[in-house]
Structure formats: C-alpha cells, structure tokens
C-alpha cells in the first residue's frame, strides 16, 4: 500500500511541449546540422503556404550567419499576407497550433508543430527567445515579437512587443538562433534548390555564411490554392464519426451524411441508412454504440464516388516541371508525367513523376531520386521511402539504363506525392509509407517515363551513327573535290548539292588552313533557320569578318556571337587569323537536326 501511494505521487501529465523536448528526433531535430535544415524548410514551408492563401508569388529570402561560436541565426523573410498581431504568439508559440488540420485539402503543413518546435530546439541550445516581425498591410505598422515557449503549459510567453518600421509592406520574418553547424551546407543548398524546382512561381534567395545563392522562378504564374473538402465515407473511422455526430445534434441522419460528406447524395445517403438497418429521419443523437457501428460498416461498404481531386489538390504540372528540372541542370532529355488522381483510404492523391537524362549528371554515378509530397522535398530517410522502393523494383536495364539495385548514369527520377493525407513513416515526414494504391501509381508512371527515354536513348545512338558517317564522308569529300579538280584540270566543283543530299540537316564546319579560322555553316534542310553561332576560342582575331554581334574576353578566351538567317540551300561563313580549336556551336534549331564539325580534330 505504501509503496503504490507513493507512485501515484510520481504521476503527473506533461505537455506536449514536454513531450517534444525530450523527443525533438521525432520532429527532425536529431542533431546540431540536422537542425538547421529542418528549421530552414518548417519557415520556407510556413511562407510558401502563406504566399499562396494570399495569391501572390512567393519572394522569399534566407539569411543563415554565425552569431557566435558554434551559434547561427536562421532569418527567412517572406512576402506573405502577414499574420495579425494577435495570432502571433499562438502561431510560434504553442505546438499543436494551426488553421490546416480540421482542413482536407494538399498542404505542406497540418499539425501545427513544425515552426514552434524550431523555436523549442533553439530555447534548448541557447536560451535566445524568437524574433518575429510582421506587417498585414502598408497603413499600419509592423510588429515585433520576442517570444519563448513555456514547456510546462505549452503557452507562449512573450517578452517584448512593439511596433516597428519595416521596409515591407506586407509580410513575416522570422529569425531564430541556436547552437549548430553549417557542415550541411551542401544540403541545405540543395533542399533550396529542390524547393524550386517544385514550387516554380517561387524566387528563393539565400545568403548562407555570406555566400549568395538565387533560384528564380520559372512562371508569373501564381498557383491556385487548394480548396478544402468534406470528408469522405470511406476515409473515416469510429471515434472520428463519433465526434461529428456530437457536433450535429437534432440532425436527421439523412441530412447528416449529404451534409458532412463529399459525393454523398441523397440516392447513397438512403443505401447506407438502409445497409446500417437504420431509418433515414433517425436524429444522430439517438443513434447508440451498435447504430454506430453498423453505421461505420455501411459508409465503408456503399460504393460512392472519389472526392474530387481538382478542387482540393494542387498538382504542379507536366510543363513546369521540365521547365524547373531543366532551369537546375541543363538536361538533354526531361520527361514528366502527371498521373489522373486517385484514392487510397477515402484520400484523394495524384503522382507526378519526371526523368531527365544527361546535361550536367555525372556518367558514372548512382542516378539521383528526387522525393516529394505536397511540394517539400523529402531530404532524409531515403532508404525508408515507398518511393525509392518503387525506383529499385523496376528494372532500368530494359530501358537502356545500368543498374545497381538503383539505375547508374546521368539520370534523375522526380517524383511527387500530392495528398490531402500524405502517409508519412514518422512526425518528421521523411519518407513516405508502403500504400498499395500509391505504389501502383508510382509504378504506372515510372515505367511510362521509361519507355519515352529508351526511344529517346536508340534514337540518339541512331542519330550518333549516322553523324558519325556523314562527318567521315563529308571531311573527306572536299579533299577528293579538290584532287579531282586537280587531275581534271578544272575549277573545284560545288559540293554543296552532294553534302546536301547527306546530311539533310544544318551543317557547321570549322578548319584551320594557313592560318585562317573559317566557320561555314550550310543549311540542307527544307526550312530557312534564323541562328545563333557561339565560336570560342584562345584566337583574339582581330581581323574577323563579318564582325560579330557580341564579343566578350574572359581570361585566355574570346568568345564570339553572330545572328544569321539562313534560306534553304543557302550558307553563311565567317573567318579571322588564328590557330583554330575551342568550341563551336550553334543554337536556334533543334539538337537532332544538326551536326557541328571541327575539321581540326
């Protein structure tokens, strides 16, 4: 008896702030460089969401430099709606605290605990209180917060709190300090760069320990915002059926499911009424623990339509997304693919995925996998993820791809989870979990994009080999002209006709002949091309004719730009004094219908 008294003694409750400051490795705050990515991604993700609500595109800046030692201030201003001063403390300052949870519609955000923990960890690491400032409109001022979480109540405590001249005239800025490591550098410039390319309306700067970064978007296109929907029948459970029949008292049944549910009408609201033995004008108060459950039974028996995906998801878009892809890494294949929405669990979700082939991907490396849900890049547990799983179980090799376990080469795999209840593994969302309906997805669109870069992939080595043979020929034809003529004893014939009948396509030619550089470029298609050739080289020539349109000297070369336009048939030409070598190119017709020769070679 003693001894069970003086346990119970020892009993308390604690907070969820407690919880979560003895356990900040469930929200991703497992070490010192862990947790200035996560911090960096819960205020980007926080702004993100908020550029969004407001219909304006994001400009969102990021500041990281060392305060003290081993201690960094995080600052990411954003150009948002602003949060009133009231909401405020709340906001930053009590965990399980937000507008999105009660909410069934694609965001970044739900629980409310991702900016607040950052605030948490950094009053465990250094004491330093948060500062945030925000402005709602240009007719008021800004306001100034200094605040700190109290672990015991989970409440916010503020310790200053004043008005402010801010050069902005709408928007948050956050900045929060604690003790860390900018090891991470490197991956937090690529969570950055990652966001980009999935949030395309962004322009994400970042000054990290005084260097500079910038990731401009793609379209001036702001995205439509995500409307919220009504739950589904199939998407629900018992307790939480239970609570909303507490808050709609004096209901009829009926009424109640057409109501609260999405696709249910009054045709699906009767089956279910009538699978559940249950009268239609039955009020939900009276309803008893066996109602309920036959209930749950029938709502998940009755087969009613998918919630509509379109209205509360907001996929990115096959076309930005190979834009975005190929604004970071100049790739010479992308594709992407955005599968029709589906459902698992009564939750609406749709996949996207995108691969992109050589460009700047190193040739002899694992390929790179991009993993993504609701527009946040998922930079840890990698292994973990249904989507990596989904990479490895197909097999790269019928695509013309190598393979170790994962595909080897220049190439890079998208892919994008866009949910109103993405299935993560942990609090920290990381990786995604193992769902039948979306692995079949994943799957469906993985081996689509697989088959576009094999024909990609055999008409390129076709396109190789037939250049490779029209170089050969057409370097050998001047010289067998030349020889002709001279045993003939007659003026060089125009190849020309002969070359055409070849290539079929835009020829450029560069050779070096006594000294003079001369660049030709012949155009054999049926087409007449407007073009830009790009010559550099070590060669000041300042003899060059026809002078170029740009020139520019950096270091050792000289870089040369001229404009033409080129009829069917015809030829444009260029020469200067010089050694020759560099590099050629010509842009303003497609990479299949030209062939560049450096004749020096």
Sequence with gaps: MAIAEELAKKQRSISVAEFFEKNKHLLGFDSPTRGIITTVKEAVDNALDACEEAGVLPDIFVDIRKVAEDVYRISVEDNGPGIVPEQIPPVFGKLLYGSRFHQIKQSRGQQGIG???????????????????????????????????????????????REVDWDRTHGTRVEIEFKSTLAARKKLLEYLKFTSIVNPHARISATIDGEAAVFERVTDEPIACPKAIQPHPHGIELGTLKRMLVAHKGVPLETFLVDSFSRVGKKAAAEICTRARLACSV????????????????????????????????????????????????????????????????????????????????ADEKGQILRFANRVPLMYQQGACAITNMVADINWKQYGISQQTLPVGPIIILVHVASTNVPFTSESKDAIASISEIEKEIDLVLKELGRELKLFLSRRDRKKVADDRARAICAIIPEIAAKVSEVVERPTLNIMPIEGRIMKKLLTKKQTRNGRVTIEVLNYTAQPLSLTVYDVSHDAAPDVTPPPHFSETTGEDHTRVWKCEIAPGAAWAASYTGTGGGHLDVRGVEESQKVVMDLDV
Excluded: W
């Design 115 to 161: 900016i607040s923990a950052a605030i948490l960890y950094a009053q465990l690491t250094t004491g330093m209180p948060a500062v945030i400032i925000s402005r709602t409109d240009s007719k008021v001022k800004a306001h100034r917060f200094e605040l700190q979480i109290k672990t015991e109540t989970n409440e916010p405590e503020v310790r200053l709190q």
């Design 283 to 362: 009020l939900t108060e009276s309803l008893q623990p066996d109602d309920q459950k036959r209930l749950i039974d029938a709502m998940q028996a009755v087969a009613v339509p998918a919630p509509p995906a379109t209205q509360c998801l907001s996929p990115i878009g096959e076309d930005l997304i190979r834009r975005s892809l190929d604004k970071e890494f100049q790739l010479d294949f992308v594709a992407a693919r955005t599968r029709p929405s589906s459902v698992y669990s009564g939750h609406p979700f749709v996949i996207e995925a995108a691969i992109g082939y050589g460009g700047k991907l190193p």
